[in-house]
């Protein structure tokens, strides 16, 4: 398994890859942070994994 | 040496209690169970912590934390999401770790001692993992380690139905970084997580070594109702009475009490400890405090009593009953019946909750 994790340039927050495959788009969970987390922080090649991921687990 | 406290889970077998918050909040004799971790950590001279989430109750978690600055600890928050297993729970902290030995503590355990003779003797050997045991009378239902002669564990089974032995793994792990590699050869599971035990058993069967410490007093994993009464309990028994608070004269107050500066003890009160009291509670008239439990902030008891219980705060509670072994969520309210028609009980009882008459 490969893990996959982004950290937030402005609070040091680590957001897993999945989470954000799954919601795209979040304010940072961190703490008094207002950063925008976005999939497209991620590589390309680590987004098509996590997308490929994704599909396989919900076939 | 870092440490990684795991905040996530559902928190289902302490429902409802966990419908409005997350498990590691609940209070045990009026601190909440992440507190316990936060200050095993910081007696074992680790400061660094990364706390995971997952994917209810994280904002909860983060402002009761916040930076860890009034903790006395620096906090980074880790989000899991998707609950998918401990492995992958564990992997997501990896540039947090940066290289480093890190200790994981799962959030909802509590231990009697410090974990220092456990990350002291990890850092004194040369192990790429460690895992702290515990003797338990019913092995099935855990992770079952065994080990060779020199104490080093050569095997962990997770619920095995025919136990080797009564040693169990409990919520305490010390990993070297060398964890994450044999994180990302991990499988799922039957029940399709990735499981930290199955990491292990890579760490072990590629040669280790793998330390066991044992440890030493109790240990609870608060995951039920009644493990949160236990855990209240034990913590309780070892107490230091403080009475800050105010008892007006007429109140009985005996045993070891801690009770909070703004609390008070009204006449016609009496109260047994050991008992936990927390800020602005009133226990007034006729209202009998007895020991093991713990009375959460901004509460009133009157004409009621209670024993071995925890109510976790904001509540009235004013029948003229007796309640034992309860577990009482926030903004409960337990009133008479007195002076209502028909005769009878009359609730408002949350999805999941057990009540016995």
């Given amino acids: 398994m490969r893990i996959i994790t982004t950290t937030c340039s402005n609070c040091g927050t680590i957001v897993s890859g999945t989470l954000l495959e799954a919601e795209r788009l979040l304010k940072c969970p961190g703490y008094q942070c207002h950063e925008i987390r976005r999939f497209d922080e991620l590589s390309e090649i680590d987004r098509a994994y996590l997308i490929e991921r994704a599909t396989r687990i919900d076939d | ?357």
Avoid at chain 2, 247 to 258: C, L, Q, S, T
């Fill in chain 2, 1 to 357: 040496m870092k440490g990684v406290l795991l905040a996530g889970g559902t928190g289902s077998r302490l429902r409802p209690i966990t419908h409005t918050g997350p498990k590691q909040l609940i209070p045990i004799a009026n601190k909440p169970v992440i507190e316990y971790a936060i200050d095993d950590f910081k007696e074992a001279s680790i400061t660094e912590i990364g706390v995971i989430l997952g994917e209810q109750g994280r904002e909860a978690v983060r402002d009761h934390l916040g930076d860890g600055s009034q903790f006395g600890v620096e906090i980074t928050y880790i989000v899991q999401g998707k609950p998918l297993g401990l492995a992958h729970a564990v992997g997501c902290a990896r540039d947090f770790v940066d290289g480093d030995d890190f200790v994981v503590y799962l959030g909802d355990n509590i231990l009697n001692k410090p974990i220092t003779n456990f990350v002291r003797e990890f850092q004194e050997g040369e192990y790429v993992a460690g895992v702290a045991l515990q003797h338990v009378p019913n092995p099935e239902q855990f992770g079952v380690a065994t080990l060779d002669e020199a104490g080093n564990v050569i095997r962990i089974v997770e619920k095995p139905e025919d136990p080797e032995t009564d040693l169990v793994v409990i919520g305490i792990y010390l990993f070297s970084p060398q964890v994450f590699d044999a994180i990302e050869r991990v499988e799922p599971s039957a029940r399709g997580e990735y499981e930290i035990t199955d990491a292990f058993q890579i760490l072990i069967d590629e040669g280790g070594p793998v330390h066991s410490h044992r440890v030493e007093g109790w240990w609870k994993d608060t995951g039920k109702p009644e493990d949160i009464l236990e855990a209240n309990r034990l913590i309780l028994d070892d107490i230091r009475p403080a009475i800050d608070g105010t008892i007006e004269e007429g109140a009985e107050v005996v045993g070891k009490v801690d009770l909070h500066e703004t609390a008070t003890i009204e006449a016609g009160a009496v109260v047994r400890g050991p008992v936990s009291i927390a800020e602005e509670v009133v226990v007034g008239e006729a209202a009998y405090v007895g020991p093991y439990t713990s009375i959460g902030p901004q509460t009133t008891i009157r004409g009621t009593h209670i024993e071995n219980s925890v109510v976790i705060g904001e509540s009235t509670i004013a029948a003229r009953e007796t309640f034992v072994d309860s577990l009482l969520g926030r903004r409960t309210k337990l009133e008479s019946k007195e002076g209502y028609l028909p005769d009878g009980r009359r609730l408002v009882v949350g999805e999941n909750s057990r009540l016995r008459f």
